[in-house]
DNA sequence: TTCGAATATTTTGAACTTGAAATATTAAAA
DNA sequence: TTTTAATATTTCAAGTTCAAAATATTCGAA
């Protein structure tokens, strides 16, 4: 039906899409099952801890949500759980009333590290097909794919 | 001679999630983005048609949740919302009384047709800066990563 | 045939997610 | 100074997502 394609290019884009957005999903499939089972937590919690992990002196919402690429509302949500359970400590800036900082608690930074150890274990072994060649290569061109980001 | 290597091939394969979820994420944001702005609808709905476009004579609603990799339940929610906007249909099994046939109904398949090219379009634009070599290295190499799936 | 396992779907409750609107605050401009 | 624009976060409503439970039905085995 649709009109003949003067750039098959395009369609092979298009295809790489779905590949990857299928080899994606797949993954977080398994990751979340994993997390469910194994550790009684979610992905978005597991995200969340993450990046504050990497910014172990805490970050703003805003920073949160950009590192995380989710919305606002959503890193207000998932944060307000995890604080509640005690894994996360708001403080509020010194300098602007706005801001909020948010950190790992002692609890939440034990949790994270007995979690990071396993998530890395359980991605290792669902891309243990690639030899270290292919890592390489799939980094480089992802690394590519990642320039152009407007959004 | 060399450094002993301090970065194992397990913290690489790590590294390429991450880069890899994140190009995914990213995409998905820019594509939420021009469903919404430009056509007024949302991925899930655009996944649930794109998948209904391929399988022209109906899928059953398994069919379709494991086509998407999403559970049932969400399945029945999206077609229950195409269902009430008339783009999509479900018909009782003769042979079996527990499966049920979705399928695009013909105001639905118009409204696919439009949405698909312009969707192709854009991921056409996201990628544009990958070269025919370099689509056809990531797609073979996504493919064989897709390989072990279990779930 | 009847019972129990397996299959197909829907329902349910909670968490997640979004975009937009509402608040509060800061910074800049007139 | 006063007003306006920009920034940071939360709240809100609607939609998405999940896993588990509930229904309904089919199928196989005793």
Not at 41 to 49: G, K, S
Not at 80 to 107: F, I, M, N, Q
């Given at each position: 039906?649709?009109?003949?394609?003067?750039?098959?290019?395009?369609?092979?884009?298009?295809?790489?899409?779905?590949?990857?957005?299928?080899?994606?999903?797949?993954?977080?499939?398994?990751?979340?099952?994993?997390?469910?089972?194994?550790?009684?937590?979610?992905?978005?919690?597991?995200?969340?801890?993450?990046a504050?992990?990497?910014?172990?002196?805490?970050a703003?919402?805003?920073?949160?949500?950009?590192?995380?690429?989710?919305?606002?509302?959503?890193?207000?949500?998932?944060?307000?759980?995890?604080e509640?359970?005690?894994?996360?400590?708001?403080?509020?800036?010194?300098?602007?009333?706005?801001?909020?900082?948010?950190?790992?608690?002692?609890?939440?930074?034990?949790?994270?590290?007995?979690?990071?150890?396993?998530?890395?274990?359980?991605?290792?072994?669902?891309?243990?097909?690639?030899?270290?060649?292919?890592?390489?290569?799939?980094?480089?061109?992802?690394?590519?794919?990642?320039?152009?980001?407007?959004?």
């Amino acid at each position: 039906m649709t009109a003949p394609d003067i750039d098959p290019l395009s369609k092979r884009r298009l295809k790489m899409w779905i590949r990857l957005l299928g080899v994606a999903r797949a993954a977080e499939s398994s990751l979340r099952e994993y997390l469910r089972v194994e550790h009684g937590t979610t992905l978005p919690r597991f995200d969340v801890m993450a990046a504050l992990y990497r910014r172990r002196d805490g970050a703003t919402m805003s920073e949160l949500s950009r590192m995380l690429l989710v919305s606002n509302g959503n890193a207000t949500a998932v944060v307000d759980r995890l604080e509640k359970d005690g894994l996360v400590r708001r403080t509020a800036s010194e300098t602007d009333r706005r801001t909020v900082y948010v950190a790992l608690t002692p609890e939440g930074l034990r949790q994270f590290e007995r979690l990071a150890a396993d998530h890395e274990r359980e991605i290792n072994a669902l891309f243990s097909d690639l030899s270290e060649q292919d890592v390489e290569q799939v980094t480089a061109l992802l690394k590519r794919m990642g320039k152009g980001d407007k959004a």
